[in-house]
Antibody, heavy 124, light 109 residues
């Protein structure tokens, strides 16, 4: 059974930093691209970042480029999102998402498993 | 990276069919047959319903179907049921990023 468990969400001040983690199990982690998708309270889904199976290719939304860094440790089956220069508009539930393709490449919008999310609140 | 456009709400009676549109541009929906649809119930994580425009993951009822024409993709729910009441989001690959739709609230009357 595929499981994605996010952690690290908390209350942080504007301008602060935070690292989210996602522990994955139930599938061959290195064979799948992974993604972070967020949802602000009462709002829609927003793509944040993606990383290929070997970590060699990354995508970012313009709104987080230069402030967030996605990475993965395939030996620990763990996905990370390092967030810095946080703003109020980054307040959201952050979902860890598994890519449905097993090529490891970042390709289509095929998000087949989602974690339950971790809440990040940016406020003074 | 503008969001894809969806109607804010769609409603129908049990047993009826409804369609949700998802309009993008020639840079996203129009360029790739890589559109997917997600169902989200309140307080829950999204669930994949359709991928690659028309494909249904195992376990998704065949009442759900997808299509695309030009820059607009559509999700059709046939034989609407009470449990279909939820928010629905489309998503498209756009080459170096992904873009989601604005979301549609489906109400079963």
């Amino acid at each position: 059974e595929v499981q994605l468990v996010e952690s690290g969400g908390t209350l942080v001040q504007p301008g602060g930093s935070l690292r989210l983690s996602c522990s994955a199990s139930g599938f061959t982690f290195r064979s799948h691209a992974m993604h972070w998708v967020r949802q602000a309270p009462g709002k829609g889904l927003q793509f944040v970042s993606a990383i290929s199976g070997n970590g060699g290719t990354t995508f970012y939304a313009d709104s987080v480029k230069g402030r967030f860094t996605i990475s993965r440790d395939n030996s620990k089956n763990t996905l990370y999102l390092q967030m810095s220069s946080l703003r109020a508009e980054d307040t959201a539930v952050y979902y860890c998402v598994k890519d449905g393709y097993d090529s490891g490449n970042i390709r289509g919008c095929y998000f087949d498993y989602w974690g339950q999310g971790t809440l990040v609140t940016v406020s003074s | 990276q503008s969001a894809l456009t969806q109607p804010a709400s769609v409603s129908g009676s049990p047993g009826q069919s409804i369609a949700i549109s998802c309009t993008g541009t020639s840079s996203d929906v129009g360029s790739y047959n890589l559109v997917s649809w997600y169902q989200q119930h309140p307080g829950k994580a999204p669930k994949l319903m359709i991928y690659e425009v028309t494909k249904r993951p195992s376990g998704v009822p065949d009442r759900f179907s997808g299509s695309k024409s030009g820059n607009t993709a559509s999700l059709t729910i046939s034989g609407l049921q009470a449990e279909d009441e939820a928010d629905y989001y489309c998503c498209s690959y756009a080459g170096t990023y992904y873009v989601f739709g604005t979301g549609t609230k489906v109400t079963v009357l």
